[in-house]
């Protein structure tokens, strides 16, 4: 416990005194309560930059959690640090993962007021990574000074249950009952159970209740475990209720049983109720629910969370054993969710559902948005109706009409999108529109737009020059920019023109009725060594626009290839400040090397990297004079010749990558090859170096270096092979590094024996010896499978266990059960280590037989209606008979009424009541008969009420019924 506590027990500081207290002391909270304090306080750790560093620390007693505080700031749980505790809660550990130079300083772990506190000591790493690259994380943890805790924690351990075995013992030798009872509260016709231990197994007892004692009967069931007494009612009634008393040895132990029988649904009528109703407006709804529980008991129904009352179109009737609601003439506001409550002494209960009423929907909401408009079409848009109706917009009517005229044109249904487009207009034309929508419950009313106008003819504007992307002896591949004005309407496409150099002719690259439809073509109608123009136009709606401004010239033909280096470089004079050079003209290769239309000359000193040029523009001669030396000094030069003025030899490249794809992480199985294939780009040629772990790799792996890609071949692998791996590029311009972790593994071996073990009941924790292979293979790790004996296949409870110690739960009684447990890795799958068979033999309880308690017979009953009242339809003149049946005890009293009035004193009328058949007889039907004819049943339980309409042939009808 600390000062964060507020419930039963609570701790707090008063200056130096720290107060516990324990808020309604009671036996059951006989306890050893002590300070916590520290075994193992947590030591000074020293670790290297990027390494993990573990603080630990020995509690004297189990704690959840404590608090741990690093320079100041208390510490979660996260990326950064990693908190976690033992099974038993006495060892508690701070990870800090990839230790910088900030996270060094002073960290604590704090207990209540207790704490201790050490020094986090973090070194730069001796070995910087090359290149001044970020070196990989490090997998090994810096501990303090080494300290078995675990054996530690587990001798606190057994100290700690020794004193608390110790405290028990006194306490049960002074008195009797170690667990006493407790109230209980019962839900009528369900079981209720009382129970108790004593300290000593010999002990015997009586029970009473209200001071009466109580012996085995149907009612009670008496049985004795040891030290433990239990009391079970199987069938709680209300005169369960009492005070009930375990007396042994002249101690005693008291509780209270308290029946309840709060309102309950009938299941069946609750699963029927829950389901949403669906009803068309001007239609009738009706919710009903029987249910059991002490009377009296309060019925309130709700609508979207408003209590309802009776009214015109509300009904609620209520009996002793079920509710009905009838919700009349439904309207589409009366969607929405019902709800029913039922309340008594003993508590309440709720059940819910839903009414959907469905309607035609409302007219699409407005105003119109005209999206756009041109000579020859109108596209606008509209929002969907408000209210659906509960039905889904299958389509929408649409209707027409010229500004000006009287008259609507239909055009039709359209799909239920709120967008149209009208290409039936005509230019500058002004038009109205009509919409309604339409679902499966009807046709909403109309919504009318504004005034909308078709638009005049608009043409766009030129787009940008093309640009030539790439020209070939038979294509020239073009691109341009859509023009900043469209016209008002969408571009539909671009036509394309070309004209020779020197020509005033312009002809048309695509065909008219083929528009490009792209801002890109390929022009194929070309003559090599020509040199062409191309401008290009936008079409819209309304058609053509202007045409763009010329693109640039351009030759079809293909691009020219570098030509070949120049041959026989030599110093033909010098003096003290100057040197004249002399070289041959490369050779002309067609298709590979072109012929070479100048040079540049271009010189650097001995002990410098960069190249100066001397000639600023290319020469034609295959001689140069450079002057401006210095005398004595060393110098390198180089001639580099171009074809047609453009440079040939490829400037100095850094180091770089070239497969992006490749993998960063390889699995081999031992004994076979890895080879690793890198691409990269360098100029000029670097050197190349292979590492294993930041050391250079032996003789027995080959490497075989070509221009632009490296490889490393280890022919027969082992498993010391396993490392990272890298490869670094370097030359004038720079270096760059690229790594890949090998791991080079077998099929692990299994684990050792498997033994089961069950320290709470209804579980099996299974525990197996480490396979050899763990040691040298971080990632290997365990799965566990189960065979139930009631199946015939195996199951896997586990995976990816990293631990040898796993509990399986649900295990169940009379059941045998088999464990196997795998080894994983990388590369497979282990053959199993099978457990011995594990059984727990089910427990036979005693066989009860109970004998049901007869009770009189109440035939007493509230009013009904076994056969309602029917609709009537009579000629004018003829007679009409109505007739229903209703039962009751004490026998009800009938009274008919027609429009509310009562009908039992009318001589016009024939009314008799035998046995429960209500009839009444009319002789001659006349329009003042037609009306609602209900019969109202009452006695000292109740009342009930059943009616019709009587509708006279050839007057308006009425539809309606109910019962209630």
């Not at 990326?79 to 809660?89: F, I, R, V």
């Not at 312009?506 to 528009?515: F, G, H, P, T």
């Not at 047609?644 to 699995?667: C, D, G, I, Q």
């Not at 490296?710 to 791996?725: A, C, M, N, T, V």
Request: one cysteine or more; glycine letters at 6%.
């Amino acid at each position: 416990y600390d000062e964060n506590e507020t419930g039963k027990h609570s701790l707090k500081s008063v200056g130096r005194t720290t107060n516990f207290s324990i808020d309604g002391l009671m036996q059951k909270d006989t306890e050893l309560f002590s300070k916590v304090d520290f075994v193992i306080k947590i030591q000074e750790i020293k670790a290297e930059e990027r390494e993990d560093a573990l603080f630990e620390c020995v509690l004297t007693h189990p704690l959840p959690n404590i608090t741990w505080m690093g320079k100041g700031n208390i510490l979660e749980d996260g990326e950064k640090y990693n908190l976690t505790m033992s099974d038993h809660k006495l060892i508690h550990r701070l990870l800090i993962k990839d230790c910088q130079m900030l996270d060094k300083g002073i960290y604590s772990a704090v207990v209540g007021n207790t704490s201790c506190n050490a020094w986090l000591v973090v070194e730069a790493d001796s070995n910087p990574a090359p290149g001044g690259e970020r070196r990989p994380r490090k997998t090994t943890v810096a501990r303090g000074a080494r300290t078995d805790i675990e054996k530690v924690a587990q001798e606190q351990q057994l100290k700690i249950q020794g004193e608390m075995e110790k405290l028990l013992a006194e306490v049960n030798a002074k008195y009797g009952f170690i667990c006493g009872l407790t109230d209980v509260s019962a839900i009528i016709n369900e079981i209720a159970e009382l129970t108790c231990k004593l300290s000593s197994e010999d002990c015997e007892g009586a029970w009473f209740r209200d001071g009466k004692q109580i012996f085995q009967d149907e009612s009670f069931s008496i049985t004795k475990d040891g030290p433990i007494h239990k009391l079970v009612i199987s069938k709680c009634t209300e005169e369960h209720s009492g005070k009930y008393r375990f007396e042994a040895d002249g101690r005693k132990t008291e509780a209270m049983i308290n029946v309840k029988d709060p309102p309950r649904f009938d299941l069946e009528d609750l699963s029927a109720f829950t389901e949403p109703k669906t009803v068309k407006v001007g239609h009738n709804a009706i919710f009903k629910l029987h249910f059991l529980g002490h009377k009296p008991i309060k019925i309130q129904w709700f609508r979207e969370g408003e209590e309802l009352q009776d009214d015109n179109n509300t009904r609620i009737e209520k009996s002793a054993s079920q509710s009905r609601l009838l919700l009349s003439r439904c309207q589409r506001k009366d969607t929405g969710e019902i709800k029913i409550k039922l309340k008594n002494e003993h508590g309440f209960t709720e059940a819910l559902s839903r009414l959907i009423v469905l309607d035609k929907p409302t007219p699409p909401l407005g105003p119109a948005e005209v999206t756009e408009s041109s000579a020859t079409c109108i596209e606008f848009r509209w929002r969907p109706p408000k209210d659906d109706g509960g039905s889904p917009v299958i389509n929408y009517i649409m209707e027409r009409q010229q500004v000006g005229r009287n008259t609507w044109k239909k055009i039709g249904e359209i799909p239920g999108v709120s967008s149209y487009r009208d290409t039936g207009v005509e230019r500058g034309r002004k038009y109205c529109y009509r919409i309604r929508a339409v679902t499966a419950e009807g046709t909403s009313e109309v919504m009318e737009t504004e005034e909308m106008q078709a638009g005049t003819l608009a043409f766009p504007g030129p787009p940008a020059p093309p640009k030539v992307a790439s020209a070939f002896d038979d294509c020239i591949n073009l691109s341009w920019a859509p023009p900043s004005n469209t016209g008002g309407s969408r571009i539909l496409g671009y036509i394309l023109e070309k004209r020779k150099k020197g020509s005033n002719l312009w002809s048309v690259v695509n065909a008219n009725d083929e528009l490009i439809k792209e801002k890109k073509y390929a022009v194929k109608d070309v003559v090599a060594g020509m040199e062409y123009e191309f401008r290009v136009t936008a079409i819209n709606l309304s058609g053509a626009g202007e045409f763009s401004s010329p693109s640039e010239f351009v030759f079809a033909r293909d691009p020219k290839k570098p030509p070949g280096k120049v041959t026989g470089l030599k110093v033909t004079e010098t003096s003290y400040n100057h040197l004249v050079l002399t070289w041959t003209k490369p050779e002309d290769k067609p298709g590979i090397q072109d012929e070479a239309r100048g040079y540049f000359v271009e010189i650097r000193q001995a002990d410098c990297i960069e190249w100066s040029r001397c000639n600023s523009t290319p020469i034609i001669m295959t001689s140069f004079s450079v002057k401006g030396l210095k005398s004595m000094d060393m110098y390198w030069v180089r001639v580099i010749e171009l074809p047609n003025y453009v440079l040939a030899m490829p400037s100095p490249v850094r180091p770089r990558f070239t497969n992006n794809k490749m993998k960063s992480f390889f699995v081999v199985r031992a004994g076979n090859s890895v080879r690793i294939t890198v691409n990269f780009e360098a100029s000029p040629r670097p050197a190349i170096i292979w590492l294993k772990d930041n050391v250079p790799v032996t003789k027995r792996i080959t490497i075989s270096n070509s221009d632009g890609s490296s490889q490393l071949l280890i022919p027969s692998s082992e498993r010391s092979d396993s490392g990272i791996y890298s490869i670094l590029v370097k030359n004038l311009v720079g270096q760059e590094t690229l790594s890949a972790e090998v791991r080079v593994t077998d099929d692990p071996k299994p684990p050792g024996p498997v033994e089961l073990e069950e320290n709470v009941p209804g579980t099996v924790t299974v525990i197996w010896e480490p396979s050899p292979d763990e040691k040298r293979d971080d990632r290997l790790h365990y799965t566990v499978s189960k065979l139930d004996s009631t199946k015939r296949s195996w199951v896997t409870v586990a995976d990816r266990l990293f631990n040898n110690k796993f509990t399986v739960c649900n295990i169940m009684h009379g059941r045998e059960y088999h464990f196997r447990v795998y080894a994983k890795n990388d590369m497979g799958i282990s053959a199993p280590s099978e457990s011995p068979t594990w059984e727990v033999e089910k427990k036979k309880e005693k066989f009860l037989v109970s004998v049901p308690t007869m009770k009189d017979c109440d035939l007493r009953c509230a009013p009904s209606f076994i056969v309602p009242l029917k609709l009537h339809t009579a000629p004018k003149g003829y007679e009409c008979y109505m007739s229903c049946a209703v039962k009751g005890n004490p026998k009800p009293r009938i009274t008919w009424y027609r429009n509310h009035i009562s009908l039992n004193t009318n001589t016009n009328y024939y009314i008799s009541n035998t046995c429960g058949v209500c009839t009444m007889l009319i002789l001659r039907v006349g329009p003042k008969d037609m009306g609602e004819y209900s019969v109202i049943a009452e006695n000292s339980l109740g009342r009930a009420e059943c009616s019709t309409i009587l509708n006279v042939r050839g007057e308006k009808k009425i539809y309606w019924l109910y019962l209630r």
